[in-house]
């Protein structure tokens, strides 16, 4: 049905224009499983985000009509934002609460408490709400007879690194020697001795010398980040130095030692670690990081470490410098954009937004696959040398293709989100671009599960 003048401009139109555009583009591609994947990247775009009519067309568009993606008896609300737990919910037994039976009763005995701690925590396939909570695994471990089940979880509550959770693994570890079997005591007992676990149960002496004794790279590098995290920088740019004792296996380069260290775990733009930021001001005065690092840190890590830190115009500026790669850029401005975002600074997003939509390339698709690429190239003593093939644009970019249109439409920049979704190449890329400015009109969501549009890989485009 045309649609007349008057209400081209009308929001909703616009937004079902977009819908419908995004479904037409993906069936523009051949059927068969790479449409069905922008199809149900498109339908979840869709549905989640306030348009479940056209959301379920995407769906109901796939080989198997959706079956899968549309679970039966789900009731699709037609308001907008609606929670995709409301929408479609699912049942666990083991979400009902501690010691909850699929019957409705509950566990009482010791072998059935056993039995449902090593469903429910142990052996359990977690799904779509994620692992267990350290109260969870606390109160399960509090309720069961000694024996290898509760040894397990406390080994499960020794790697939360919380502190009270530590405090009651060492009580029940000190407690009586023959509750816990001897071969998970004796892990236990290596890891309540790691200069981390040390450090948060108080004894920093120890955790200390602990560190400088350990002769394996991984339980000092778990002990830098705690004392990065908790601001004890002089001693964590300590202990790295001694890491030149306990080389890593993987080799000598800047990026292979840093990107073991793994800071990045630290923190993020919501929770930023201002002792990371402290950490690289001070760890220019390192021999070892001027041993393994004598140009400076990666810049990827580098700009990497300082979102973590906190120091976000730092760490744009230094994406700017790196020219050859506008994607380092990019990814530095959405994830400030995004955080101004959640902070109501809408003005100061549409702005990293802007700058990202602004340096973003065009999309390289790479060389196409050929039927030497699929197996074994073996080169002939008279066949010429193969130029090196261009992989093109990865799939972690093209991802952000989408979230930079999103991220455009939710700080009301409608008119250059859908004119740059508009803009990338026929099919799965234009499919999927539409339909995230379609999702970010709805804003975007930090509070629920909502879409992610790095679902499609560069292989389903």
Known sequence: MAVTASRASDPEVVIDTLANEAIDAALSLPPGYKRDTVLRTVSRNLRWFGQPEAGGRAARAMTDGGVEEIPPGSKIGSHRRIPYREAFPRADPCDAGLWRQADGGVATTPREREAWAETCLVTRDFHWEGYPSIEQYRSAAEGLPAGEVKATLLMFLSNYHNVDALRFVKSEFDHDEKQLPQRVRRELAKRLAEPAILYRLGFKDKALASARAVDTFAPKADFIRLLITVGDVSNAVAVFDQLSDTPPKFGQSC???FL?????????SSAPVEGLGKFLDEISGSPLFHRICPKGLDAQLYVEHLLSAGRFESAIERARQEKSDPFLLIKALLEVGRENFRRNDRTAARERALEAAAALPPFDPGDPMGPSDRGIY??????????????????????RRFEVIRLLAATGALTEADALARKQPDGALRAVALSAAVAGRAGIRFDDQAPVLSTISKEDL
Do not use: M, Y
């Open 255 to 257: 990026f292979d030692w």
């Open 260 to 268: 073991q260290l793994d800071l990045s775990r630290l923190g993020h």
């Open 378 to 399: 073996v080169i002939k003593v008279d066949e010429p040398k193969r130029p090196p093939r261009n992989f093109g644009e990865v799939s972690g970019n093209t991802a």
